[in-house]
């Protein structure tokens, strides 16, 4: 069974950076894509990167430039460093599947950007 756990939110101004981490339980997690989502309030949940097993990137035009995704198979955890970081960026984070597994949405990790 596998469990996905976020962590590395916080409160930062505009401009500020935060790193979030994703671990993941299980043995299949080195084959699999992953991505970040995020929701903010009132708003649709949304992809904004992924990452193969291979380490190939894709990001949301919203955020390509300013976060990084990355992978650390062994360890079994995924990374989304963010800088630059916009009050339009605040919104629960959270890691999943891609496509999405419903059924493995932890609980997130709040980010909340002021101006």
């Known amino acids: 069974q596998v469990q996905l756990v976020e962590s590395g939110g916080g409160s930062v101004q505009a401009g500020g950076s935060l790193r979030l981490s994703c671990a993941a339980s299980g043995s299949i997690f080195s084959i699999y894509v992953m991505g970040w989502y995020r929701q903010a309030p009132g708003k649709q949940r949304e992809l904004v990167a992924h990452i193969t097993s291979g380490g190939r990137t894709n990001y949301s035009d919203s955020v390509k430039g300013r976060f990084t995704i990355s992978r650390d198979n062994a360890k079994k955890t995924v990374y989304l460093q963010m800088n630059s970081l916009k009050p339009e960026d605040t919104a629960v984070y959270y890691c999943?599947?891609?496509?999405?597994?419903?059924?493995?949405w932890g609980q997130g990790t709040q980010v909340t950007v002021s101006s």
């Open positions: 999943n599947f891609v496509p999405i597994r419903s059924v493995y």
